[in-house]
């Protein structure tokens, strides 16, 4: 008897183990011979804003000193995070040694990013003038009952705009640099939100001219923020629209003559709605977008109690996808030569949830954002924000980096332009993209599993068939192994803002630079192990992708 008691307890037991945690094993198969999509190499990018210190929702105020305005340029680690460490030779992991050192000199200063890109702009940027050319005062920011997102007018002074650009110059930032698009316009009287009239250059171009003898780079001007199709504070008409950025593009063409180093232009900045696009691309025309730019927000409010849950939830994640077939196909019919961009994103408005958007658990939906979007021909995604609000990719305060920082360095480093064609049938917790790695033979696989109970044993097929997938082949056996970078939250907390490289909690050098984030190499023979709440990166560089050759 007590024999039986003892059996079926531990069967009871080995039952409640398997429950809280089970194992499936996944062929995830990569269409090798062909792309589906491409990126900008520089797809990764991050926002900084205007808001001020009393910008507050929901009972907090999460911007500090962050808003750019009012932000230490001076900072050792911003500095950091944007150039990276002193190194002798790049270097991303045992396998890519032999080929760098091949195809790259040795340098004196290996940016982190290498080359990042930023988006200067945001609410308050179609209520800040400039202190340049007729422009002598410069007002502050200041609370304004009835104001546009209930603030006065701003200044972006000279001498800020000089300490902007000498940084980003010495950390080599890719700048997109959001334009009042409201100057010289007036409200219609009958809708509070509808603003009537040509936009007045003037004081942008004198910021251009003065930008341009300067000598400093500019990558993109943008023109506007959220003032598209139903607007958030303001809008303009679509027709309306097209003329004023057939202005923009007339100005940067004139102060910027030479060709090649001419900045682009690309815009509305805002939320999709598809008549609005259509006429507003149509009424554009060619020779004056270079990029396509919109806004998406796809997680509600900050305060919402379910953010967490949506977060994990690939089923509700998967809705985006629609949005940006949606936007693909717009840029496809209407402007083929500008490519699409998410020019802002931070998942959660209102500047993010303060207990789920700076955590690991964000990364999530950052991640998949980002394998999403590359998936449906965006050139560029742009991550509200680099520091400030909740949903930074640098604490506020201390400037350390959160958890989806190394996630968008991870993607920055490894991750090519070409993107590949992946699919599986195993759980929809496990997510998967893929594309030719960066600068390097092969190919590097995504994989993402919100499962918080299942571990997925991956077994990567490669699929040579043009037409069927059922003619598989198995990757060449030339390397022997592979590198993993598997990201987990620290002590299995997905709130944690500590983020662990195979085991290894990410954190600062005592200089305070950003630390090495060496793979570890696994035999090509085993299955990558992607565990519960875990974000794993593959690269495979005997992996036989034609695409990639």
């Known amino acids: 008897m007590m024999y039986t008691k003892s059996l079926l307890s531990c069967i009871l037991f080995l039952s409640l183990l398997f429950s809280l945690s089970s194992a499936e094993d996944v062929k995830v198969s990569v269409k090798s011979v062909t792309s589906i999509a491409n990126t900008d190499e520089n797809f990764i990018c991050a926002t900084l804003d205007w808001w001020p210190s009393n910008k507050c929702d929901y009972n907090q105020c999460p911007w500090g000193q962050a808003g750019i305005l009012n932000l230490d340029l001076n900072n050792t680690i911003l500095s950091n995070a944007l150039k990276g460490m002193l190194k002798k030779w790049v270097k991303i992991g045992a396998l890519a040694i032999t080929y760098y050192l091949e195809v790259l000199i040795p340098c004196k200063i290996l940016a982190a990013f290498n080359t990042l890109r930023i988006r200067l702009g945001g609410s308050l940027q179609d209520q800040i003038v400039y202190q340049f050319g007729e422009q002598k005062e410069c007002p502050q920011l200041r609370k304004k009952n009835g104001g546009l997102f209930g603030f006065s007018e701003g200044c972006l002074p000279m001498k800020k705009w000089d300490e902007i650009n000498d940084l980003f110059n010495k950390t080599g930032v890719k700048l997109t640099f959001g334009l009042n698009a409201l100057t010289g316009k007036n409200n219609s009287g009958h809708d509070k939100k509808e603003w009537l009239g040509n936009w007045d250059h003037t004081n942008a171009a004198s910021l251009m001219e003065y930008t341009a003898s300067k000598g400093y780079k500019i990558d ?25 950025m057939k202005r923009l593009r007339g100005e940067v063409n004139r102060i910027y003559p030479d060709a090649c180093t001419r900045p682009k232009v690309v815009g509305p900045g805002g939320f999709f709605g598809k008549e609005w696009f259509h006429s507003f691309l149509q009424n554009t025309g060619p ?16 305060v919402d109690k379910d953010l967490i849950k949506k977060v994990q939830d690939p089923f509700y994640l998967s809705q985006a996808a629609q949005l940006f077939k949606y936007v693909s196909e717009t840029v496809k019919t209407y402007t083929p030569w500008a490519g699409a961009w998410v020019g802002e994103s931070g998942g959660a408005y209102n500047s993010g949830g303060k207990d789920v958007s700076h955590t690991f658990v964000n990364g999530f939906w950052y991640l998949d954002q980002l394998g999403m979007a590359s998936t449906f021909n965006h050139m560029v995604y742009c991550r509200q924000t680099l520091i400030g609000g909740n949903y930074a990719l640098l604490n506020t305060t201390s400037f350390i980096p959160n958890p989806d920082y190394y996630g968008a360095l991870l993607w920055h480093r490894l991750m090519g332009s070409n993107v590949l064609s992946v699919s599986h049938e195993g759980s929809p917790y496990l997510r998967a993209y893929a594309h030719c790695s960066k600068k390097r033979p092969g190919i590097t696989v995504l994989l993402i599993n919100m499962s918080n109970s299942t571990s997925f044993n991956v ?31 620290k002590d299995g907390n997905i709130q944690s803002d500590v983020v662990l490289l195979n085991g290894t909690p990410l954190l600062l050098t005592e200089s305070l630079d950003i630390p090495d984030m060496k793979p570890k190499l696994v035999n090509l023979s085993s299955p990558i192990n992607v565990v519960p709440d875990s974000i794993v990166y593959v690269s495979l560089k005997n992996f036989n992708a034609p695409a990639c050759s």
Do not use: F, W
């Open 459 to 489: 077994s990567l097929v490669n699929d040579m068939n043009i037409n069927l997938p059922t003619e598989a082949k198995s990757i060449s056996m030339d390397s022997e192994t592979r590198e993993e970078y598997h990201l987990t939250p």
């Open 220 to 244: 993109s001007y943008e023109l506007g923020n959220e003032l598209c199709d139903q607007g958030i504070a303001a809008k303009v008409s679509s027709i309306q629209y097209a003329i004023d």
């Open 287 to 302: 020779g004056v977008l270079d990029g396509v730019t919109h806004h998406i927000y796809n997680l509600g409010a900050g």
